[in-house]
């Protein structure tokens, strides 16, 4: 059972570039998310999509562009990487609202901005 | 705006004490709350979901309640364990029925 798939798993940028970071799931929910996670500051919420089609803005969407390409696949897009978007970055997945599952977690992208 | 609080922030016990992790939140319009675990350079894993018709789950030595007319949880640990150490992290709803929005955590530790 994969559950939440990343990639890639640890990624080197320089000032400027742009990469997407791309996330799968395979237990057909509905709902899928990106956050990251800095020393001090926890895990935050960067988007959300609650279902194919959709997506919203969390905590700390500056920087950042989000595609929910079909329902399996939601991915994360740097446009132009700055050091302050040095994280490491978490994709999840789960059901919303009233009928709320357990959210399942990717083991994470480690991304480095220079 | 959805804020959630957890105390202490770190914690050492001995094994076999019993402990309670805190998480409050500033919103009680929610729809569920978790407790997930974390393992140093490890993604999170789900411990325990409260359901919005809920009070409390319990799994093995795990028991999370909820109260979100005061907006509070606890999870309690009985019998604590050396491999229970791992830092535990509450979320809950960032807007009623949305993504969870998490504490700081509480790092655990437990000696043998």
């Known amino acids: 059972n994969a559950g939440v798939t990343q990639t890639p798993k640890f990624q080197v940028l320089k000032t400027g570039q742009s990469m997407t970071l791309q996330c799968a799931q395979d237990m057909n929910h509905n709902s899928m998310y990106w956050y990251r996670q800095d020393p001090g500051m926890g895990l935050r919420l960067i988007y959300y999509s609650a279902s194919e089609g959709t997506t919203d803005k969390g905590e700390v969407p500056n920087g950042y562009n989000v595609s929910r390409l079909n329902k399996r696949e939601f991915s994360l897009r740097l446009e132009s990487a700055a050091p302050s978007q040095t994280s490491v970055y978490f994709c999840?997945?789960?059901?919303?609202?009233?009928?709320?599952?357990?959210?399942?977690f990717g083991q994470g992208t480690r991304l480095t901005v220079v | 705006k959805q804020e959630v609080t957890q105390i202490p922030a770190a914690l050492s016990v001995p094994e076999g004490e019993n402990l309670v992790l805190n998480c409050s939140f500033t919103d009680s319009a929610i729809y569920n709350l978790q407790w997930f675990r974390q393992d140093p350079g490890k993604g999170l894993t789900s411990l325990l979901l409260i359901q919005s018709s809920q009070r409390e789950q319990t799994s093995g030595r795990l028991n999370a309640s909820l109260d979100k007319s005061s907006g509070r949880s606890t999870l309690y640990i009985a019998a604590s364990q050396p491999g229970d150490s791992a830092t535990y992290l509450c979320?809950?709803?960032?807007?009623?029925?949305?993504?969870?929005?998490f504490g700081k955590g509480t790092t655990l530790s437990v000696s043998s």
């Open positions: 979320a809950t709803d960032y807007q009623a029925g949305t993504a969870l929005i």
């Open positions: 999840a997945s789960s059901e919303l609202g009233v009928w709320a599952t357990e959210a399942f």
